[in-house]
């Protein structure tokens, strides 16, 4: 136990023990950041300057002053130069505050309300730091604070993290410059995360994290990696929702593992410089990235709405698999690297017209409830479409400049593929068609083979043209097969 005229105050805690070493006040066996009578948040304020101050290093005998479990009331910081030369952290852990207002101040210290609860008075922001300097590190993990926080246009030269931590409102963080991390893992926001016009010049970490309203991030940018894994946004899914991530830039990797979005979200103009990936993750609504500008796009085992790529540049690979789509939409997108797309269900449409896919396209095991739109798009590489089922594939006035192969087990209802232009090879093995396949006015300047294709109903190439050799063995057209005006 502390000595007579000590304060009587102690704390145990996993990761901290500690006895409060200041002087009893009047009348009380604490002293006055312990005392539980109310007191003047004047003179709690002026107590804590005056320890900080007196805590420089021209004083002797420094201590580190603590506010350990201390009881601040409304503290009233604002437009302060805090803890000047201290040479030590401002140590708010376990306290409890009516408010802490940093508007406009200068935090030269480490500021650290570890496991702090804030409970504001009505129509108080329990924590303000709006226009806030903080030279170093601002940490408040595991606090709990009733209401919203407003950090915006805050700079912090380090990092700021609200790890484990609880939000009773709105998280605001817009046109924030971080130096370091912005980690916000495990954080509960029960009101919306505002992170527009933010530069964060390290990682963002929303892992596992949870928030229940809407996210406004355009313009966001971080110059490390961005991980929403195991994160859950929007979980209301109230009409109107936002998850807005659109002109976002990510210079290191982003992934959204085991992540679930309650509402659709948004991608525009987005510039991810590094993989996107994400595995397991679930979508009530649409994802779009339309206009972005992605390095490379990896889901697997995705449950969605709707993806959206129409007019983005991916650079290197886009791959989906294992997934479930409502639809899947990449209308004049220009697809740089290979693209890979096995054991997925669209049920519903695949538009990928006035597309430019530079390097090789595989369909493995893929099941297109309605049409696959490939017309007017340009293929550099070569065309794989393996064992899938497919309503309708529409490849009309498309380009291949490479191989095109429909084999092992295709069945479709109508292939449709007028005036479409094969530089390369074509190979159609083991495909049943129920309806018609149609080639007109198509050019084929590679061979063709036809081995083992049904095509139930009518088969017609009026005005195709042929430069190499036509072979089909083992094939049957129900309706017939018509070539007039044909050129071999």
Known sequence: ?????????????????????????????YCIFHQRAPKAGSKIRDQLLKELHDA???????THPRYIDAELGALALDFTELAKDCPFPIDFRYANIEFLSLSSSEVVRPLHIQNTTIDPPVDEIPLDGQNTLFRSEFTADEAIIKGDVDLTSTECRRGISFENAEIYGDLVLDSTQIDGDLDLSNLEISGDLHLENATVDGN?????????????????????????????????????????FSRLSVNGNTTFHDATFESAATFQNAALKRPIRARDLTAKGDIEFQSAEIHSFHL??????????????????FTIVDSEL?????????????????????????VSKNVSFGANVNLETVQITSKATFAEAKFDGRVRIN??????????????????????????????????RFQG??????IRCFETVTFDAAVFHGSVELNDVYVVKRTTGEGAHFEDRVTITDSGFGDGLSLRNTTF
């Open 387 to 420: 064992a899938g089922r497919y309503e309708v594939i529409d490849i009309e006035r498309a380009t291949f400049d490479d191989q095109f192969h429909i084999r092992e087990s295709v069945w479709l209802n109508q292939l449709w593929s007028s005036r479409t």
């Open 1 to 29: 136990m502390s000595t007579s005229g000590e304060c009587h105050h102690e704390h145990e805690s996993e990761t901290t023990s500690w006895t409060c070493p200041r002087e009893e006040s009047a009348g009380s066996d």
């Open 300 to 317: 697997v085992d995705i449950d969605t709405a709707r993806i959206a790529v129409n007019q983005a540049t991916i650079v290197d690979e």
């Open 425 to 430: 090879d074509v190979l159609f093995h083991d």
């Open 56 to 62: 420089e290093p021209h004083e002797t005998n420094t």
């Open 204 to 244: 963002v970490k929303l892992e596992s994290t949870t928030v229940n309203g809407d996210i406004y991030a355009h313009d966001l940018e971080i110059k490390g990696n961005f991980c929403c894994d195991d994160s859950e946004l929007a979980p209301v899914g109230e009409i109107g929702q936002s998850i807005d």
């Open 326 to 350: 409502k639809r899947l939409d990449c209308t004049g997108a220009k697809l740089q690297g290979d693209v890979r797309i096995e054991e997925t269900k669209i049920d519903g449409q695949f």
